[in-house]
Structures are given as structure tokens and as C-alpha cells.
């Protein structure tokens, strides 16, 4: 392989406003890059973002155009020109879609394909926007990374012609985040004093808040001291009003809507939680799930590809739509120190498994091979 540093162009928007998962994907693999002598230069729409991690002498930020134009435009014909004037030798986009109009080699993450699967969960708009872009990107690209074995597996089945691109490189664990706190610490910030649950990323339909609600109704009837934290931004389509859901349920006490929340009070989170449950009828990976496991937070998942794929036998595994299952499993959870005690072991020899210095390692790999290196 030719040890000759790369010149490597990255759309960086996922780093810029609220990072989700995507952006602390983006920021791992830059994190693990910049060590590697290859010169990154990071395109933005609008101002850079204010992340430490670009802070380096092997980065260079680039923000290109004044932030209010449409993605579509910035990406066909700002970047373009940049990376030519940058001497960008592979381009990495880190979601879904990459610069058609870009000459240089291509590499583009997937990370699922629910736009396919669950359109519902999109405006008919922007469900469109999303899988014509994908198409046209997949095989625009020279080389395509997928998260999961599942995400693979989808990519064979809707676009077979571009499948051999596929490569399958895991997600990391948590290391970027700040280090766990004291759990009683955590728990006096966050005010809890009983059993904690949480759940972590953004709150889509196909993840199932109705039934974590209603599972938690029926929970809280021999549990009054328990508190669901649901922390990520509700992004439902069609909008769900989750208060008034809880208030339905006659457990709007218990129920805490953070919303996004920045990496301290996330780690703070995962340090205070008696329990996480991840509930989805779709899912590329699960990163905030393997979060919580390398925490040591035991897990409650969904039987359904890839949560449990990724998770078989470091959680209990439950039909999403079985508010029935999903309160049993949560109770058992909270009421068995021993099942608790092996799902945390589990849990971290899982997370052990998995490392952001190779998911970027295998990343590189993959920008070297659409370089022709």
C-alpha cells in the first residue's frame, strides 16, 4: 500500500449546530485522520465548527458560502470548485449523499436505509430528495462504508449493481465523550433519587416512544420512584406530541424530555442510569446503545435487524410494539442484580470489541483503495 499522505476532502457539515450520531462519527474518524500525516481540509456551509477536534495543524477548515444556500447547491458547485483548488486527491462524505459533480474518487458512509424502509417516517419530499441522492451517490462513489452487517445486506438488496462497494466497518464505543463521573455525583445533578431509565437519540416513529411510554405506565404503578429520561430531539413525522402522550398515560412526572444534551450532561446520563432502552423497528447500527453498554448501562433493545444483531447477548432483546414485553424486560432488569451484573459484563466485553481507532483505520483503507492506492 503507498505510504504517501493522503489529501483528503470531507464534508464536515455533520460537525456544525447539534451534532447527532452522524457528527460524532465524523469526529472520531477525523479525530484517529489527523494523526496519520494525511492533510484534511473540512468544507462547511457557512462558518466552521466550533469542535476542538478540528483545532489541529493537519486540518484545515473551509467554510464555504454564507450558510443559507440549499445543500443541493453547495455540495454541486462549492465544493467542486474548493477541492480542485485544494488539490483533494479522494473526497469522504460521511451520510448518505457526495458531490456528483466532484471529479476526484469518491467514498460515501451509509448508515441505513430507512428512507427505503420506513418513507412514512420522512415528508414525501424529503423522502424522495433522500433516496435519489443516495442512488446517484452510490454509484457515483468508488467505494461505500456500511456500519452494520444489516446495512449491507439492505445495500445488496436495493442497488445489487453497486454491492461490491460495500464494506463493512463497526461503529466505536464512547471514548470521546467526557469521562464517566461518579454515579452518585450524577445522579444529585440530575435531581434522581429512584430508579433511572433512559433513552438516547433522536426521537423518530419508527422508534417506538408511544410503547416506551405506555410500557412505563404500567411500570411506575409498582415502581412510583422511577423517572424515564428521553434524551434526544423529537424529529417524528407526522409530530407526535410525547407530553401529552405521557400525560395520557398518567406519567408525566416520571417522564423527562431533555432533548438534545451536550457530551457532559450526556455522560452524566449514562453514569446515574439503572437501564437503556433502545426501541426501534429499523436501525443502521445503534451508537447510543453501544455508548451505554461501554458505560456500563445494561440494555433493553429491539429484536429487530440491526439493534439485535449488533447487541444478541449483551441485552435483552424485545418486540418494539410490545409495550407488555418492554415493561417485563425493563422490571426484570431493575429487579435482578444478577441478570443486571452479566448484561453489564456483556456489555463492556462488547463495547471492548469495538474502536474508533479502527473504525478510522478501516476507513483510510477504504479512501486508499478509491484513491488507487
Known sequence: MDARPLTVGIDARELAGRPTGTGRYLRNLIRHWRECGDRLFCYFNGPPALDPVLDHPAVAKRPLGDGCGRGI?????????????????????????????????????????????YPQDFTFADALRRRTLVRLSLRASRVVPVCSDFTRRELSRLFPDVAEKARHIPLGADEDLPPAPPRDDARARLGVTGPYVITVGAVLNRRCAPELLRAMAKLTKRRPGLVLDVVGE???????????????????????????????????????????????????????ALEAAARGVPLVVSRAPSLGEVFRGAALLVEPRDEIAVATAIDRVLADESLRAGLVQAGLALAARHSWAETARLTRVALLEAAGR
Open 234 to 288: 423529537s424529529r417524528t413525522h407526522p409530530g407526535l406530541d410525547l407530553e401529552a402522550l405521557a400525560e395520557e398515560a398518567g406519567i408525566r412526572p416520571s417522564v423527562r424530555f431533555s432533548g438534545f444534551v451536550e457530551d457532559q450532561a450526556l455522560a452524566d446520563r449514562y453514569a446515574a442510569a439503572d437501564a437503556a432502552v433502545f426501541l426501534s423497528e429499523y436501525e443502521g447500527f445503534g451508537l447510543p
Open 73 to 117: 447547491v453547495w455540495q454541486e458547485r462549492l465544493v467542486p470548485k474548493a477541492a480542485r483548488e485544494d488539490g483533494v486527491e479522494v473526497f469522504f462524505s460521511p451520510a448518505y449523499s457526495c458531490p456528483l459533480s466532484l471529479a476526484v474518487p469518491r467514498v460515501t458512509a451509509v448508515h441505513d436505509f430507512s428512507f427505503y424502509a
